[in-house]
């Protein structure tokens, strides 16, 4: 059979689909043998139209070739992976031209399954906006990208991409300290959730065991958490490799509840058995040592505790999460009303604050 050639990636199909919302042309696909020739992933059902056009096949003929090898290969699609770098490529690196183009596209493409395409990059593109504004702890620009995210998974009638919207708008409440809101939201994310994927269903949990421990509430803390356990043993290898979804993420998850839960002893407990050489990026080295230290400092061992931070502090400005800044200092504001501010690693956690 003759090999068909498909974009060199998944993503490639943004800059197809954004840069000719009237119609495909075989001459935009991109030449180099690329990840679904590879059977890592194969097209969804609303890109298959254009690109059979594109290829100048049937739909029927389309199907034919890619079932021949690539069935067991869609869960990568199906599961809604995203992988940020490859989606950015198409845009030059920037997540500001992506929105921009795929924005315009959902505007002027036709009424078909290319528009269906576009809307649902689109979504998830304001879903990763989102993210990186909720990062920088710019809360009002990450509620107006989760929200768009929202009403676009709606308009698709696409429970992952709604859900998981709904889940970082709780979450975002959360981080107001809007605990009812917060509730509300991520149990109507939770309601939502029933039809998404394992994954969306783990992140809705996670968020809820966050919202029930800081406000003390142990039962519903565990309970979350345990749902979200118990589903994580039901995913791909694949997925268990995601730092979120892994059983090493649920446990760290586990030991910063437990931290506010007043438990510190059982969090370090967690971290104990936690291997440094298991951390495949200075984010997830940061986010543990910041935990870690928060565990150290609650059980009464201040000075390691203050040590741990001001590393963790050191890497989280090396990989510019304001968020992770910020829990460094929600831990040195909930130290001095037990200790006085003049207590010598006090005043380095202060001074490693404002630097």
Known sequence: ?????????????????????????????????GRWEQGTSTPQPWHRR?????LRVTLDTLDDLLAEDHESQAEWWQHGGMDRRTFLAGFGGSLTAALLQLEQAAQTAPRDERRLSVLRLLGHAHHAAGESAFDRLELHAATDQFQQAYE???????????????????????R??????????????????ATAS????????????????E???????????????ALAGTISLEHQREPSH??????????????????????????????????????????????????????????????????????????GSTRHVSRVQRMYDRLTQTWPRSERSLVDLHDALAA
């Open 1 to 33: 059979m003759t090999s068909v050639l498909f974009p060199a990636d998944a993503f490639h199909l943004v800059q197809v689909v954004a840069h000719s919302a009237c119609g495909y042309r075989a001459e935009c696909l991109c030449t180099t043998v």
């Open 152 to 174: 676009i998974g709606l308009e698709l009638g696409d429970s992952d991409l709604a859900a998981g919207a709904q889940v970082q708008l709780g979450d975002l409440a959360r």
């Open 176 to 193: 107001r300290r809007q605990y009812g809101r917060a509730l509300r939201l991520l149990g109507a994310a939770e309601r939502g959730a």
């Open 215 to 229: 406000i003390g509430d142990r039962a519903r803390f565990e309970r979350s958490l345990s749902r979200a356990d």
């Open 246 to 319: 892994s059983a090493q993420g649920l446990r760290l998850e586990r030991g910063q509840g437990l931290t506010l839960l007043g438990r510190p002893m059982a969090a370090l407990a967690i971290y104990e058995a936690v291997s440094p050489s298991t951390f495949e990026s200075d984010r997830e080295q940061g986010s543990f040592l910041i935990i870690q230290a928060q565990a150290l400092a609650h059980a009464g061992h201040l000075d390691e505790g203050v040590r741990v931070a001001v590393s963790g502090l050191e890497l989280a400005r090396r990989y």
């Open 50 to 54: 254009p690109l059979a056009e594109a």
């Open 198 to 213: 394992v994954t969306t269903q783990i992140r809705g949990h996670q968020a809820l065991a966050r919202a029930y421990a």
